[in-house]
């Protein structure tokens, strides 16, 4: 029995995994195209997701200290302009898929509110 090898072979490069930085914290990485909420919560990352990561709470709101975030979708825009959240830097994190390294600052936690955090997000 003869085995055939092709010298065509492509080796396809892995990208590094996005790095998040948590003000305070160690930092994580999680896959590329990965929700940002879904990272912090995999990560035990002490958060909210009362919605249940559709945009409609503002309690998994992260603030941007660096990096560069996907740009905002109209829902996630419409909901922080209903709050009154009119920092640029104020994300919702069920609505950020991660493409690039971020530093962050937690804005609302399970912990210092006292209340659940909420159902998992859906991928």
Do not use: F, W, Y
């Not at 996005?18 to 940002?36: D, F, N, V, W």
């Not at 905002?72 to 493409?99: F, H, W, Y």
């Amino acid at each position: 029995m003869e085995l055939e090898c092709s010298r065509d072979a492509t080796i396809k490069e892995e990208s590094p995994m996005p790095t998040i930085q948590i003000e305070g914290r160690e930092a994580l990485q999680a896959s590329e195209g990965t929700k940002l909420v879904l990272a912090l919560e995999d990560n035990g990352v002490d958060m909210l997701h009362r919605c249940g990561g559709n945009s409609r709470c503002t309690t998994c709101a992260v603030e941007v200290l660096s990096g560069d975030a996907p740009e905002m979708g109209e829902a996630e825009a419409a909901t922080l302009r209903n709050k009154g959240i009119e920092d640029p830097a104020v994300r919702l994190s069920c609505q950020i898929r991660l493409e690039n390294d971020l530093e962050l600052r937690l804005i609302k936690t399970a912990s210092s509110t006292g209340l659940e955090p909420g159902p998992r997000p859906q991928d």
